[in-house]
């Protein structure tokens, strides 16, 4: 008993991995052409989407996250070069006391983007619900993704699979690389299933005309 016991945890050891290996290896092949890291080179969409994450690893003592920061620096790149002529951003707001996109819209205000050129999605609650919501709430087929790199191959491969035409503008890593890149590989799984389920964003609502 003991012997057929360990011999299945080895085999579901290995099919996990397996698993993991391949749908990393697809979101990587699949996304490769649309990844731009230089602002000069990336072509311009009327949208950028913001992909949000939390401002602060300890926000007591103000500690701000560096993949946040990254992130704003990115989207004000953008901006500022013609790339983008409104983002989008979008996050968690599930609760009183946590607001990704206001935090971003300030943090963007206070970088020379205008507050009109600035959209709120208070319901990006994961990158499916962003992705989903920009297509259908806010109009957008086609426009630019801004996060990390490896955040933005999950993004745009959704998005692919969704008939999307997006590009994506990689901003700098953070500090937590690994604890990061053993994230994202369960989550290119979970994303797997969502598309073979048809997941659908948790919330949508009415439509929001961009000029």
């Given at each position: 008993m003991v012997k057929r016991l360990?011999?299945?945890?080895?085999?579901?050891?290995?099919?996990?991995?397996?698993?993991?290996?391949?749908?990393?290896?697809?979101?990587?092949?699949?996304?490769?052409?649309?990844?731009?890291?230089?602002?000069?080179?990336?072509?311009?969409?009327?949208?950028?989407?913001?992909?949000?994450?939390?401002?602060?690893?300890?926000k007591a003592r103000q500690i701000i996250n560096l993949y946040y920061q990254a992130r704003i620096d990115a989207a004000v790149a953008l901006y500022?070069?013609?790339?983008?002529?409104?983002?989008?951003?979008s996050g968690d707001n599930s609760t009183q006391y946590y607001n990704e996109p206001a935090l971003m819209r300030d943090d963007l205000i206070a970088r020379g983007v205008p507050a009109n050129h600035i959209i709120m999605d208070n319901a990006g609650f994961r990158t499916l619900d962003s992705i989903l919501r920009c297509r259908d709430i806010f109009g957008q087929a086609g426009f630019t993704i801004i996060s990390q790199t490896f955040h933005n191959q999950?993004?745009?491969?959704?998005?692919?699979?969704?008939?999307?035409?997006?590009?994506?503008?990689?901003?700098?890593?953070?500090?937590d690389r690994i604890r990061e890149t053993i994230r994202e590989k369960l989550a290119r799984v979970k994303m797997m299933l969502d598309l073979l389920l048809n997941k659908q964003a948790k919330f949508y609502g009415e439509k929001i005309d961009i000029p």
């Open positions: 360990s011999g299945l945890l080895v085999v579901m050891g290995i099919l996990a991995i397996s698993v993991m290996w391949v749908a990393n290896y697809y979101v990587n092949k699949e996304t490769k052409s649309q990844l731009f890291y230089d602002v000069n080179k990336i072509p311009k969409n009327k949208v950028g989407l913001l992909l949000g994450t939390a401002k602060y690893m300890d500022m070069a013609g790339k983008v002529d409104y983002i989008i951003v999950r993004a745009v491969f959704i998005a692919n699979n969704k008939g999307l035409k997006t590009v994506a503008f990689c901003s700098a890593d953070g500090d």
